[in-house]
């Protein structure tokens, strides 16, 4: 299996949280004591045993309404680790890639120093268990692809919002999609990465 791709569109996004259910479902990961912080979204941060988390932005429309904005937060998967090249320099099997695309974190993580990954990665992904030491975060689900299935939050978006499938193809779907929509529609990060979004606003829109 080549390179491959999930690529979210944020505009069919409806918030419903099914992808982020799916995550914890499929991997076994523990529910969190969370608290009501004035919005559907929840639980407010990553964590070890939340790997994906819809984010709620209360965003004003170039018109001047206000209107919530979702964005799915997980890992980019980064054609080029910043976390995998901190990692090499303490443990060189602790942070690995796979040729799909996925950077996976090993039980070896345990004896990383925590700060030193996390700094490397520019979009605060990695999360630590503090019980074991160990990091977490998604997978790409990579158990589930290599397996010829769909990664579980694609297979549970009932939208559309989230496709999956080669990197070329996803890349030219999201390219063709940027276009329909126009105006400030965007690809992001871009195009080193295996997990992109379509966003129809500029970034800072969505407080990414």
């Given at each position: 299996?080549?390179?491959v ?15 982020q259910?799916?995550c ?8 969190e004591?969370?608290?009501n912080l004035g ?16 984010k709620?932005?209360e ?14 937060t ?11 090249y ?14 799909t ?29 503090k019980a074991?030491?160990?990091l ?12 010829g ?10 939208t559309?919002a ?29 195009e ?9 606003e ?7």
């Amino acid at each position: 299996m080549g390179q491959v791709a999930i690529c979210i569109d944020i505009d069919k996004c409806t918030a419903c949280r099914a992808c982020q259910v799916a995550c914890k479902n499929w991997n076994q990961l523990a529910g969190e004591q969370t608290q009501n912080l004035g919005t559907h979204e929840n639980p407010p941060d990553l964590s070890a045993t939340t790997w994906n988390r819809i984010k709620f932005v209360e965003a004003k429309t170039p018109s001047g309404k206000m209107e919530w904005a979702f964005f799915s937060t997980r890992c980019r998967h980064c054609d080029e680790p910043g976390c995998m090249y901190a990692a090499q320099k303490t443990l060189a099997d602790a942070v690995v890639q796979d040729a799909t695309g996925a950077v996976l974190f090993t039980p070896k993580t345990k004896d990383l120093e925590v700060d030193d990954i996390r700094g490397e990665c520019p979009y605060d992904i990695p999360r630590q268990d503090k019980a074991t030491g160990q990091l977490f975060k998604c997978t790409l689900c990579v158990d589930r692809i290599t397996n010829g299935l769909l990664p579980a939050c694609v297979k549970a978006c009932s939208t559309g919002a989230l496709t999956f499938g080669p990197k070329e193809k996803m890349l030219q779907t999201a390219k063709k999609r940027v276009a329909e929509l126009g105006g400030d529609a965007n690809l992001y990060p871009g195009e080193a990465f295996s997990t992109f979004w379509i966003l129809p606003e500029k970034t800072d829109y969505y407080g990414v």
